[in-house]
């Protein structure tokens, strides 16, 4: 079992707990360099662990907590600062202020150990943040959600100010 740091290795976890064998662990890890993709998006793409599963499993490494965002509000102040560019690239949603430090903001990412995406957040917000598990589809349901909205409505208006005239904007 490889350790990386004092840490087992995800997979070498999912294999301890028994969802996956040695051999899928084997073939997800070249499927991941093929695809330059994350282990945890290969697994659950081949359907060998679920989401759920995964969630556990790095919650757990991390001593992190997990989060299920359908049912979260959304600090819409926090959401302008970070910007869409930010959340879309590095796969996270900042959930809000941390109830017991108000110079943390408590933010949900697919990728708890990437520092460039926490770094990014900290840069724009000035606020350091406490990271929390979230499924990359989970984050991108909710900012599709949010975004696909705003540019829907962007779109209509653009629509009926190209279309004015037609709309019976006389009083006829």
Do not use: W
């Not at 017991?100 to 903001?105: A, G, K, L, P, V």
Request: charge should be negative; hydrophobic fraction near 40%; charged fraction near 30%.
């Amino acid at each position: 079992m490889a350790i990386f740091g004092n840490r087992i290795r995800v997979g070498d976890l999912l294999v301890q707990k028994g969802y996956i064998t040695e051999d899928q662990l084997t073939m997800a890890l070249e499927q991941q360099r093929e695809k330059k993709a994350k282990l945890g998006e290969v697994l659950i793409d081949l359907g060998l662990v679920t989401e759920e599963q995964f969630s556990s499993v790095i919650c757990a490494q991390l001593g992190i907590d997990s989060i299920e965002l359908k049912d979260v509000k959304l600090a819409e102040d926090l959401l302008q600062r970070v910007g869409e560019d930010i959340m879309r690239k590095d796969v996270l949603l900042p959930l809000g202020y941390d109830e017991n430090d108000y110079s943390r903001i408590k933010v949900a990412m697919a990728d708890p150990m990437n520092l460039g995406a926490i770094d990014d957040v900290m840069l724009v917000t000035g606020m350091e943040v406490t990271a929390v598990y979230a499924s990359a589809s989970s984050i991108n349901i909710r900012l599709d959600k949010i975004y696909g909205k705003k540019q829907a409505m962007e779109a209509a208006e653009q629509f009926q100010a190209e279309h004015a005239d037609e709309f019976g904007d006389d009083d006829d």
